[in-house]
């Protein structure tokens, strides 16, 4: 075991050398994760063209107050039923739901004792998207009163509840009652000899001008999102950005491998007293020491800096492991692509683009198509970002990560032991 220590010892100092080859392993990855976690954090955060749902009756009060909402140009309206309304505010698939009572007194709401209340449920920590609801909203109420006061019929008909409300009214005197019904009977005569000019001349008449004039009853509601999916940009690039840092570690150490061999250092291990078994698991265990170390350091990095939080720390430390044991056997198999450095360089760096294109590290997975999404399921890379986002945000149990940490650990003993089997044979 002391032997297999001394040459993995050996292979990191060679890395850590290497300035060059060191950018591409640690400089590189961090890079990819600040260019795309800047890219991902400019978007969101705009309060247009939000997706609520209007909860309400299929009353015409309802219906105009719902056509209102949904002619806003910054509004996306689904009608729903209030239980799937908060589930999905909740779940974060919708900003809020705007839930719609009409009065219920038979009032037009002039002088009428109710008002329709309104309810918006949204999560309380955004502020901006709820100040921006609360003005549209109340932009609706009055649009849905101006439309009811230019429909003269309509207005017509709701004074003559009114005077049928003046006479069930217990607070108000008699007095009061006779000067409203002088009001109210004064209106509906203009109304009426309006009703007959607007049909001559086809134009909107003074009733437009009518107004309730009051506040619409709005209460916000709280409704706690439920934090099933990331918190910020960064959970989502520094997984993706991962990836490269494990493929510079594969490529490093694959070529390493091809130039102990094509100078002679390989050979020259091998009459030292120690087997070949030992000169091949010291480099998987160098590799391995590699990925994960440098995989967990820029990771820290992120967690420090960038405030991505972790979801399960076992689970975080098994999805590293075993995608360091995958890139260790990737490593072993693409250095015996060819004799050369040049040819395994090539081939390399070839197979481990097609790889990172398909599997999430140029493009993350929740924003790949859904073809793309199947073509990813053969690259290790899909593997090893789901398993480290399923630590991170997705909120994977043990059995979650079963299909993604098996996955790699195959590829790894696969490719490790093709590449040893090869090696022997050709070396011999």
Request: charge should be neutral; include cysteine.
């Given at each position: 075991?002391?032997?297999?220590l ?5 292979d ?8 060059f080859?060191?950018?591409?392993v ?5 890079l990819?994760?600040?260019?795309f976690?800047?890219?991902?954090s400019?978007q969101g955060g ?5 997706k609520?749902?209007?909860?309400g009756?299929?009353g ?6 719902h056509d209102a909402l949904a002619a ?6 689904v009608?729903?039923p209030?239980d799937s ?10 900003t809020?739901?705007v839930?719609?009572a009409?009065d219920t007194s ?5 002088f009428s004792?109710g008002?329709?209340s309104i309810?918006?449920?949204i999560d309380?920590?955004r502020?901006?998207?709820a ?9 609706a109420?009055?649009q849905r009163m101006k ?8 207005t017509?008909?709701s ?7 003046l006479d069930?009214a217990?607070?108000?005197?008699p007095d009061e009652?006779e ?5 109210l ?5 203009l109304?009426a ?5 607007s049909s001559?001349?086809g134009?909107v008449n ?8 009051q506040?619409?009853?709005i209460?916000f509601?709280n409704?706690?999102?439920?934090r099933?999916g990331?918190r910020s940009?960064?959970?989502i690039?520094f ?10 570690c594969a ?6 491998i ?5 100078r002679g ?13 030992h ?5 998987g265990l160098a ?7 440098i995989s ?8 420090l800096?960038?405030?991505?939080r972790?979801?399960?720390?076992p689970?975080l430390v098994?999805a590293?492991a075993?995608a360091?044991i ?11 692509l060819?004799k050369?450095?040049?040819a395994?360089g090539g081939?390399?760096?070839a197979?481990?683009l097609v ?11 929740m924003a790949?198509?859904d073809w793309?999404?199947t073509?990813?399921h053969i690259?290790?890379?899909?593997w090893?970002v ?16 079963m299909?993604p940490?098996g996955l790699?650990l195959g590829?790894?003993i696969?490719g490790f032991?093709?590449g040893?089997?090869?090696?022997m044979r050709?070396s011999?």
């Amino acid at each position: 075991m002391s032997a297999v220590l001394t040459l993995a010892l050996k292979d990191l100092r060679l890395l850590w050398r290497d300035r060059f080859g060191l950018f591409w392993v640690i400089a590189f990855p961090l890079l990819m994760a600040l260019f795309f976690g800047s890219i991902f954090s400019g978007q969101g955060g705009s309060a247009r063209n939000l997706k609520v749902a209007f909860v309400g009756d299929l009353g015409q009060e309802s219906q105009a107050f719902h056509d209102a909402l949904a002619a806003s140009e910054a509004l996306s309206v689904v009608r729903l039923p209030m239980d799937s309304a908060r589930g999905l505010v909740a779940r974060g698939k919708l900003t809020a739901y705007v839930q719609f009572a009409p009065d219920t007194s038979g009032g037009f709401g002039l002088f009428s004792a109710g008002r329709p209340s309104i309810e918006v449920g949204i999560d309380p920590s955004r502020t901006a998207e709820a100040g921006f609801l609360q003005g549209i909203v109340t932009q609706a109420y009055f649009q849905r009163m101006k439309s009811q006061m230019s429909d003269l019929t309509q207005t017509r008909g709701s004074i003559d509840r009114q005077m049928a409300l003046l006479d069930t009214a217990s607070d108000v005197s008699p007095d009061e009652a006779e000067i409203y019904r002088k009001f109210l009977g004064s209106l509906d005569t203009l109304l009426a000899s309006a009703e007959t000019g607007s049909s001559d001349s086809g134009s909107v008449n003074e009733a437009d001008n009518y107004s309730p004039f009051q506040d619409p009853d709005i209460a916000f509601v709280n409704v706690i999102k439920e934090r099933s999916g990331p918190r910020s940009s960064w959970e989502i690039t520094f997984p993706q950005s991962l990836q490269w840092c494990l493929i510079g570690c594969a490529a490093a150490f694959a070529l390493s491998i091809v130039v102990e061999r094509t100078r002679g250092t390989l050979l020259r291990l091998r009459v030292a007293p120690i087997s070949r078994a030992h000169i091949l698991a010291g480099k998987g265990l160098a590799c391995f020491i590699a990925c994960f170390g440098i995989s967990s350091l820029l990771l820290l990095f992120g967690i420090l800096v960038f405030d991505v939080r972790v979801g399960s720390w076992p689970l975080l430390v098994l999805a590293l492991a075993s995608a360091a044991i995958a890139f260790v056997g990737i490593m072993m198999l693409i250095s015996v692509l060819g004799k050369t450095e040049q040819a395994v360089g090539g081939a390399g760096w070839a197979v481990l683009l097609v790889f990172s294109m398909t599997g999430g590290g140029m493009i993350p997975l929740m924003a790949m198509p859904d073809w793309m999404v199947t073509v990813s399921h053969i690259s290790p890379v899909k593997w090893s970002v789901l398993a480290l986002e399923g630590a991170i945000w997705r909120d994977f149990g043990l059995t979650d990560m079963m299909l993604p940490v098996g996955l790699l650990l195959g590829v790894g003993i696969v490719g490790f032991t093709a590449g040893v089997l090869v090696m022997m044979r050709t070396s011999d």
